[in-house]
């Protein structure tokens, strides 16, 4: 069959939207800003570290996805004969993690392929891990992420010696943390997310360096801190805490994770190193 890429479309569509609705905003200013109240550093600690081992790619976590797409979009291909149609394929295992991906590499004519050849221009996908496990750093607990058509990856032509990755994640996890910087702190988080990635990564480093070399990663968090290992936010709920956050990167393992109340007019931030690659963290403020 023939795939005509709507959700580009789509998205751009909604990214204008929304565009237009905060500027429509800008106008009405509150004269007595309210002033918010950091979060608990310690549940700062354990957020960050539910969200280094969700991403961490020696665990199984969401990078090893970007990982293993941009290894294979880096080298050179060439032409062969197929009928356009999608490619269904299975990423992994990795520390016990199988994600399933339907996807299609679309050239100029928005013409979606199940492979890859030198005509191609983006590859957009489907993505799903249902039922993963999060086990390390520290983290133990259940893993799920969603991108339904929503992980694209432009610059595919050889002329571009970048490869972009622009996504839209959802991803949850109901964990046990054992803190790696308060000694003897045990908690159990649920977290329930959303990720904006844009990612850059240069084709000449993969595979020896797969890491971005510029972009973030905007997540929309509601982190529930829970009684018992549980997913009942009605009755077995201690605190919940609704916080964004920010990842930044510079083309090694380690990137920088900013905890905040509002992304861009924030009142106080939290600030962590982050290893893409073993899901560790550190406290830089």
Not at 42 to 63: H, V
Not at 104 to 132: C, I, K, M, W
Not at 185 to 192: G, I, L, Q
């Amino acid at each position: 069959m023939t795939q005509r890429s709507q959700i580009r479309t789509w998205f751009a569509f909604l990214c204008v939207a929304l565009v237009v609705m905060a500027f429509a905003g800008c106008g009405k200013k509150n004269p007595t800003k309210i002033i918010a109240t950091p979060i608990d550093h310690q549940d700062a600690d354990d957020i960050a570290q539910s969200l280094a081992a969700a991403a961490a790619s020696d665990g199984g976590g969401w990078y090893f996805v970007v990982q293993q797409l941009a290894d294979s979009l880096a080298t050179a291909t060439t032409n062969a004969p197929v009928t356009p149609d999608t490619n269904v394929f299975t990423l992994g295992p990795q520390a016990g993690n199988t994600y399933n991906v339907d996807a299609a590499y679309f050239n100029n004519l928005q013409v979606g392929y199940p492979v890859r050849d030198t005509t191609s221009s983006e590859l957009e996908a489907n993505v799903h891990l249902n039922g993963g496990t999060l086990s390390l750093a520290g983290v133990q607990g259940q893993y799920f992420l969603h991108a339904d058509w929503g992980f694209f990856v432009y610059n595919l032509k050889s002329v571009y010696d970048t490869l972009e990755f622009s996504n839209v994640l959802e991803d949850s996890s109901l964990v046990t943390v054992t803190s790696t910087i308060t000694p003897g702190r045990t908690k159990f988080w649920y977290h329930t997310n959303s990720l904006y990635t844009t990612l850059f990564l240069k084709k000449s480093l993969l595979p020896g360096n797969p890491y971005p070399v510029s972009g973030s990663v905007e997540y929309l968090l509601d982190a529930y801190n829970m009684k018992s290992l549980s997913h009942d936010i009605v009755d077995d709920v201690d605190h919940e805490i609704l916080v964004e956050a920010l990842l930044t990167f510079n083309g090694t393992e380690n990137a920088t994770l900013n905890i905040v109340d509002f992304l861009g007019e924030n009142d106080w931030q939290w600030n962590y190193s982050v290893n893409l690659k073993t899901g560790a963290i550190t406290r830089l403020n």
